[in-house]
């Protein structure tokens, strides 16, 4: 396997900039997801590393190799779309070596490498089927195994577990993944869904509007948002954003949403001065009601409203109002909730996000 490196990528349709210049390095070995909105340039860029896209600036280098214009098909990658693209008049066992015989690979060498692929996938009792005798999960399974038999040096794939049912994406989720570990392969995995990203990835990599707004582990980007934009898309649900004000006091300093002054850790933030305004930042899961998880240690007590309690069994999420604000948290261990109910509530101060309330960027220390 092999890297990936991007150096000021640049894609124009027309005039029109939907790359905007896109710096990364993908290291050997390397699972990494491109994850953003609809419309972000997810699959422009993962077209572009394919080749099936031109290159409008930039360089892309593959293993030691710039390929800015090698065609695809010698570009050492393989590639998994959405829709399975399968020869519908053609067995299994033809589709997985189809490209391969294409090659001019001997009988023996196709015979090896697709039954080491259907032996990887379970595939083995479908070899002699054609593709509509077959399930979404089955026919997503033969495309990834299409893949695998070009041993190709990087693996893309392209939002390729959209179209199966929750389960069997849940289930599939997790084969590409062991599958990813078994061959210590290079993926570049492009999806809209932030729990795929953050299940899979070894990098994430979050884009908006043509450009890479963060780049790191699962935890870096959920953890330390750079910004409002990330902080939103990662993480289900959504984290909580409230207006506030920077306050001195003789305990220290807190950030005060509506009535509510929450302690925090002045030293990890680089604040606006007293009575600035910021942007708060709390996830469902650090506002907890009280007798329910861990009260946290340092913190504001409140109160809110339920307007709303979806119940998922194990956990529940509360639409509450807190001093005039929508906001949801998540109730562990949960009890009945009625609309209506007031629920007495702890913010986690330790854990709260801060943002300029204007340019949006996280004002935490790096
Ligand atoms: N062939 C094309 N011609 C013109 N514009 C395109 C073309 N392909 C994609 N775009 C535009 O480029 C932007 C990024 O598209 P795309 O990469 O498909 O987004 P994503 O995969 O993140 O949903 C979108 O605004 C889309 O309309
Ligand atoms: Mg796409």
């Known amino acids: 396997m092999v890297s990936v490196k991007l150096r000021d990528m640049v894609k124009l349709y027309g005039d029109y900039l939907a790359i905007k210049g896109v710096d990364l390095d993908i290291e050997d070995g390397t699972f990494c997801v491109f994850v953003g909105p609809s419309g972000c340039g997810k699959s422009t860029l993962l077209r572009m590393i394919a080749g099936l896209e031109t290159i409008s600036h930039g360089s892309l280098t593959i293993g030691d190799r710039v390929v800015n ?82 041993e190709p040096d990087v693996f893309l794939f392209d939002e390729p577990l959209s179209n199966l049912d929750a389960k069997l994406r849940n289930q599939t989720r997790v084969e590409i ?12 995995f492009v999806t809209h869904d932030q729990v795929e990203a953050m299940t899979l990835a070894d990098k994430i990599v ?7 707004e963060q780049t790191g582990t699962p935890l870096d980007v959920f953890e330390r948002p750079r910004n409002k934009f990330v902080a939103g898309f990662i993480g289900a649900p959504s984290m909580n954003f409230i207006d506030g004000t920077i306050v001195r006091g003789p305990g220290g300093v807190a950030v005060r949403a509506g009535n509510v002054d929450i302690p925090i850790n ?13 942007t708060i930042g709390l996830r469902p899961e650090d506002i907890v009601p009280e007798g329910h998880g861990q009260a946290p240690e340092m913190g504001a007590d409140t109160e809110g409203q339920v307007g709303f309690a979806e119940m998922l069994g ?53």
């Open 69 to 150: 214009d090698v065609p695809s098909r010698d570009r050492g990658i393989a590639m998994v779309f959405q829709s399975y693209a399968l020869y519908p008049h053609m067995s299994v066992r033809d589709n997985l070596g189809f490209g391969l015989k294409i090659s001019g690979a001997s009988n023996e060498e196709i015979a090896r490498r697709c039954d080491a692929a259907a032996d990887m996938l379970g595939l083995g009792p479908y070899m002699e089927r054609r593709p509509s005798q077959l399930s979404g999960g089955q026919r997503q399974r033969v495309a990834i195994g299409r893949a695998m038999v070009r």
């Open 266 to 278: 002045a030293e990890h933030f680089d604040l606006p001065a007293e009575g600035e305004a910021i």
């Open 206 to 212: 979050v884009l908006r509007d043509g450009l890479v």
């Open 314 to 366: 194990n956990e529940s999420l509360l639409f509450l109002t807190v001093a005039g604000t929508e906001l949801v948290a998540r109730m562990q261990r949960p009890r009945i909730v009625e609309t209506g109910e007031t629920i007495r509530l702890r913010l986690d101060g330790s854990r709260v996000h801060l943002f300029d309330a204007k340019t949006e960027e996280s004002v935490r220390k790096q």
């Open 177 to 188: 993944k062991r599958l990813q570990q078994q061959l210590a392969a290079t993926v570049i």
